[in-house]
């Protein structure tokens, strides 16, 4: 309703200007006495009365529309406001998440590097404890050898 107050104010105020634009006095007013001159811009004038009305009248009849959208708008200021800080509050949320994200992802590939280092070393811990049980079965069984050969 605002929006179309306003376009029939911008209309009426259009052709205000149109018709204003159309009126040329100029001729007149230079071949007119002093005495007429006044009169013939009084004549000119009230030409156009009834759309000067026009536009006051329209101006009169938004002054109330118009106190409506400010009383509506201050009205709606709180919850503007309110679901503009849940927005940015959403906005730090979803930030948060992504960073930990990111954190998550970071910590993850630490740990399967870490995973595959000990899984080496494990297996190497092993291949070595096996070669020293199987150097250790060899130095028995030479030991055991060389006592059998003794006596």
Do not use: W
């Not at 013939?40 to 002054?63: G, M």
């Amino acid at each position: 309703a605002g929006k179309q107050l306003l376009a029939e104010r911008e209309a009426l105020l259009e052709r205000f200007r149109k018709e204003l634009a159309a009126d040329d006095l100029a001729p007149q007013l230079l071949t007119a006495s002093d005495a007429d001159t006044a009169a013939l811009i009084d004549a000119a004038l009230s030409k156009h009365q009834r759309t000067v009305h026009e536009v006051h009248a329209s101006i009169e009849l938004q002054k109330p529309a118009l106190a409506h959208i400010v009383t509506a708008n201050a009205k709606c200021a709180a919850l503007r406001e309110s679901r503009d800080e849940l927005y940015d509050n959403q906005s730090r949320f979803i930030q948060s998440l992504m960073s930990a994200f990111e954190s998550f992802r970071v910590v993850q590939t630490k740990a399967e590097r870490g995973r595959q280092f000990y899984t080496t070393f494990d297996e190497r811990v092993k291949a070595y404890m096996q070669l020293l049980q199987d150097q250790g079965a060899k130095s028995v069984a030479a030991a055991t050898a060389a006592a059998s050969a003794a006596s």
